[in-house]
């Protein structure tokens, strides 16, 4: 179920606020959402929701175990077995086959016959999101940063929360503890009207503005990708790399807007995801602004836990490193996530080395090459092969070659382009609107929503971070 | 939770007017009003009230059911030939969704229909190729389709859905140029017969004063044709299902049904002959139509009186004939019906 679909919106959305609100109690209203989460994941494929049940009741027992013995080495045993068992899931169904096809080439390069077997596996939508989720919980537990809790209902609530199920923000527990302790109060007016707010705006980015860059620069690239076309032109390769640098952003931080509403509905503040990236100074500010909520569990889960900035520079860079790649697999089993991984990796730290040149420049040169150097990352991460990876960067920089500019046969994508270009330029981000609650902003919200509808009917788009 | 309310009674507001213009303006006639000329003609919706009047007046007893390719059959020449009455029921776009759910509607609300003169198009057997919106959406025939023909709840659900879809820019902008061509209609492109039959006003005015332009209506033609076959490899198992149903409840109710393949044009005929996989496939659906011949209820009409034409100029595009093949076309299915009631099957082919 998508966000953007009149089955969610008309009846999945209605129904749920409705039986919450209508609950009484604490333990009501957990069973509401933690229902209402797996029907909502279950309506991709109902046995992904066995895997997701496996997952939360693992850390649930893991939170008890650890908060249940005073022995630190007991704690570790207990955390390092539940993170195994994420891992493994994890591992096994988003990697197993990307490593097989490595391990094959690999064993071949070295002339060994055993060739590991490729298996047919279904990845379940959102894996990488509740894994970080699950994981996030058992080592503020075992760190003491967060107390366990000995309600099942609350934790399955807050891992199967829909609204950030399937593709985050990445939420901690300890972000959204206060709010779920206090889920039996009563229904606050201002935090619905903030929510409907985000809500549209959320909608709006989504389905006017990604959706119509997408369906300009997509069938470009699935041409380039299978063959159709031989090569693109310096036109249209810069075309679909700005394309997909706005598509991408107003597609993800539209879809983390909408959560962000849908929380407020509920009286659950889901933290910020998106802080203006694309107006960064800088590949560490632009980590700082893009996906927020990854890039802070990185940094608190990964880079600390590998002794961040405390051992010495070069092991700083070697924790930066190893950090992105992860990061960048993170995202996909492909080389070109690792590639897009490390090729930031080696961004911060050149950033990090000539931060003080850089502050010097004029901030629109510093914005402009950030912004710059941020487009030629996502060609690799856009790129469906490194030969289209490649090929597709040939074309962004040799004009005088091919002395083709010709831009894609659908202009319309130059002018939403430039639409989006224009927003992310002079526009707030959606975290700084000051969203009016009271009524009279309620027919500037539903016209807003209705518009955005226009658009959305009867066409049928997934977020491009359910991939993930 | 007032400003819930509020926003709520907002969108009921905002959208309310809008299903109302919708309503009003009518730019698709899915719905009711006629005061604003309209952008596309909704035939399914257009032949049925025909229909329906027909029925009233004097019912037919023979129908013809199928696309653009069928609908400008002049049914006097069934009549002359037969002595029967009959009632063009050709759609355009006609899926075998559409012939499946004309005939239920047919057989249901007309038990004196005796013919069903069913024009096949090759490329409807493609499953990529689904039931259009103007079925989904028109109460009589999806209702038909899915067996539940007066079916009030059905009728209501299928007309919330044709509203629904409709809130889309696409259709709102539509709204807007219908209106806006309510100060200066243009000239219709086509119009229709008490009897359903298809006429083509600006196109025959056009060719009179030599000012068609016919390679370009040639050409647009053929591309779509031979893209709708690049990718159209085998007769899928569910349309072939729906042609059976089709042919098992009309024949249960002694219905004679002529099957037919409507003619390409010459020029794309042999364009589509010269590649092996779309002849292929065109071979097949020929035969699987004649393994459904059982005559003299079901017969497969002569190829050659359908296809080999008299007027080779007379085409408005790459498979639409003119009125002057038309009437040999229908002169040819026409025999057919006469045969298969007679029991007649020498001009039948049921090879």
């Not at chain 2, 020029?267 to 011949?293: C, F, M, Q, T, W």
Request: charged share 15%; glycine share 8%.
């Amino acid at each position: 179920m998508i966000f953007n679909s009149n089955v969610f919106l008309f009846a999945f959305l209605p129904v749920v606020f409705g039986l919450f609100w209508l609950s009484k109690g604490k333990q009501q209203r957990y069973v509401l959402l933690a229902i209402a989460g797996y029907v909502f994941y279950g309506y991709w494929d109902w046995r992904f929701c066995i895997l997701l049940a496996f997952s939360s009741i693992v850390s649930f027992v893991t939170g008890l175990a650890i908060d249940g013995t005073e022995s630190r080495s007991r704690k570790r045993a207990w955390l390092i077995g539940a993170v195994s068992v994420d891992l493994t899931l994890l591992g096994f169904f988003k990697y197993y086959n990307f490593v097989a096809a490595n391990l094959g080439i690999a064993l071949d390069w070295f002339n060994v016959r055993a060739q590991p077997a490729a298996l047919h596996i279904v990845l379940p939508i959102g894996i990488s999101f509740y894994t970080f989720h699950t994981i996030s919980y058992v080592v503020d537990v075992a760190n003491g940063r967060v107390k366990a809790t000995r309600n099942i209902a609350e934790y399955f609530t807050y891992v199967s929360l829909f609204s950030q199920l399937v593709a985050g923000p990445i939420v901690r527990y300890r972000q959204i503890e206060a709010d779920l302790e206090q889920i039996d109060g009563p229904p606050r007016s201002d935090w619905i009207a903030i929510g409907i707010g985000f809500f549209v705006v959320g909608l709006i980015k989504k389905v006017i503005i990604a959706d119509h860059i997408g369906a300009g620069i997509d069938p470009l690239l699935a041409s380039y990708a299978n063959g159709s076309i031989h090569a693109l032109t310096f036109g249209q390769a810069w075309t679909a790399a700005l394309g997909y640098t706005c598509q991408l952003y107003f597609d993800f931080s539209g879809y983390s807007d909408m959560a962000v509403g849908l929380g407020y509905l509920f009286s659950l503040r889901i933290p910020q995801n998106f802080d203006a990236p694309y107006r960064s100074l800088g590949i560490q500010d632009f980590w700082r602004r893009w996906h927020i909520s990854l890039s802070m569990w990185l940094r608190d889960y990964l880079y600390i836990g590998l002794g961040g900035n405390r051992k010495g520079k070069r092991r700083t860079y070697v924790n930066v490193m190893i950090v992105m790649l992860l990061g960048g697999l993170w995202h996909g089993a492909g080389w070109t996530f690792v590639i897009w991984g490390g090729y930031h990796g080696v961004l911060l730290i050149i950033d990090r080395w000539f931060h003080p040149v850089f502050k010097r420049y004029p901030a629109i040169l510093y914005r402009a090459q950030t912004f710059a150097l941020v487009v030629i990352g996502w060609v690799f991460f856009r790129a469906t092969s490194l030969r289209m990876a490649a090929g597709w960067l040939r074309s962004m920089f040799t004009v005088g070659l091919s002395r083709d500019a010709s831009l894609p046969a659908a202009p319309m994508v130059l002018g939403w382009i430039g639409i989006a270009l224009f927003a992310i330029a002079f526009l707030p981000e959606t975290w700084n609107f000051k969203f009016g609650t009271t009524r009279r902003w309620a027919g500037l919200y539903a016209a807003g929503f209705l518009v955005a509808y226009l658009f959305m009917n009867g066409t049928n788009s997934p977020f491009l971070y359910y991939q993930f | 939770m007032r400003f819930l309310w509020a926003f709520l009674g907002w969108i009921g507001l905002f959208a309310g007017v809008l299903l109302t213009a919708l309503a009003v303006v009518n730019p698709r006639r899915e719905f009711s009003g006629t005061r604003f000329p309209a952008l596309q003609l909704d035939t399914r919706q257009l032949k049925g009230d025909l229909f329906d009047s027909s029925l009233a007046h004097e019912p037919p007893s023979g129908v013809i059911i199928g696309s653009s390719r069928s609908m400008n059959l002049p049914t006097d020449e069934f009549t002359s030939v037969t002595g029967e009455r009959f009632f063009n029921f050709g759609v355009f776009n006609a899926t075998i969704e559409d012939d499946l759910a004309i005939a239920r509607y047919v057989l249901a609300k007309a038990p004196n229909v005796r013919n069903l003169v069913v024009g096949i198009d090759p490329q409807s057997f493609d499953a990529h190729i689904g039931p259009l919106p103007e079925l989904t959406h028109n109460a009589r025939l999806s209702t038909a389709l899915d067996g539940s023909v007066d079916s009030p709840l059905k009728r209501a659900i299928v007309i919330a859905r044709a509203y629904r879809d409709a809130l889309t820019v696409a259709y709102l902008a539509d709204v807007v140029k219908s209106v806006r061509n309510a100060a200066h209609p243009p000239e219709p492109a086509y119009s229709f017969s008490a009897e359903g039959i298809l006429q083509y006003p600006k196109a025959d005015r056009e060719r009179r004063a030599g000012t068609y332009n016919w390679q370009q209506h040639y050409a647009g033609c053929a591309a779509v044709q031979q893209s709708e076959f690049a990718n159209y490899d085998s007769l899928a198992t569910s349309k072939r299902a729906m042609l059976d149903s089709l042919i098992s409840e009309a024949t249960a109710r002694g219905v004679h049904i002529v099957l037919w393949i409507p003619p390409f044009n010459p020029a794309l005929a042999d364009s589509l002959r010269g590649k092996p996989a779309i002849s292929a496939n065109y071979e097949r659906v020929v035969s699987y139509l004649r393994s459904r011949a059982r005559p003299p209820l079901v017969t497969m009409a002569d190829e050659d009186g359908t296809a080999n034409l008299p007027n080779p100029t007379g085409w408005y595009d790459c498979m639409h004939f003119d009125s002057t093949n038309a009437v040999a076309v229908a002169h040819s299915l026409a025999t057919a019906v006469r045969d298969a009631g007679t029991g007649n099957t020498e001009t039948v082919a049921a090879r």
